[in-house]
């Protein structure tokens, strides 16, 4: 029997793959408090294929999806912190309103193309405002490996890939060849 790759895994979970037109569109923002039936439809779908995800693959470093990943081309993401504790964060027509100038290099995964790890430089802190289903905005601040998870899925809103964000030069690392799976990411203290 052959083994599954891991981006045809993601796939047959449901994930819109690499080379999609989704993922690289800008994803429409819900109008709030107007469309929030249409925004928890979306929030749903999209916490339902995270529990599908999460049965076949461990996320020691966290864990997001964006709707565009699932075929809904709507600016919401869900992201579940690597810490057990700590519940899920849902991000509806979020965006980065501040960035620290202090950033780091981590290696990344992507759902819509599993088979690589990339390099990829982050901003150890952001500022993201975001649409609460009543309509009002809430600002939140986030740090480190939250922060790199967030901004993950803020740039699958807005149609861009981790590839995107590498430096010149720096190709994908394919899974088989990287070594830090079922570790969280490392941070001096």
């Not at 790759?5 to 994930?15: A, K």
């Not at 020691?60 to 565009?68: F, Q, R, S």
């Not at 905005?137 to 922060?147: C, D, F, H, I, K």
């Amino acid at each position: 029997m052959t083994e599954v790759r891991p981006s045809e895994q993601m796939r047959n979970l449901g994930v819109v793959q690499h080379g999609a037109p989704i993922l690289t569109e800008p994803a429409r923002p819900f109008g709030l408090p107007a469309e929030r039936d249409a925004a928890e439809q979306a929030v749903d779908a999209l916490f339902a294929s995270m529990e599908r995800i999460a049965q076949v693959h461990p996320f020691a470093k966290g864990m997001g999806i964006a709707a565009p990943q699932i075929g809904i081309g709507r600016a919401a993401a869900v992201v579940q912190p690597a810490d057990e504790g700590a519940g899920a964060i849902v991000l509806l027509n979020p965006r980065i309103t501040a960035a620290s100038d202090e950033s780091d290099e981590q290696y990344e995964g992507c759902l819509s193309f599993f088979d690589v790890r990339g390099l990829v430089p982050r901003p150890l802190r952001i500022t993201v405002e975001t649409t609460t289903l009543d309509g009002p905005t809430a600002t939140t601040v986030y740090e480190r490996g939250l922060a790199r998870l967030i901004a993950h899925e803020i740039d699958h809103l807005d149609g861009h890939l981790y590839l995107d964000r590498m430096r010149p030069g720096v190709d994908p690392l394919p899974v088989e060849q990287y070594r830090q799976t079922g570790r969280s990411w490392a941070y001096d203290s």
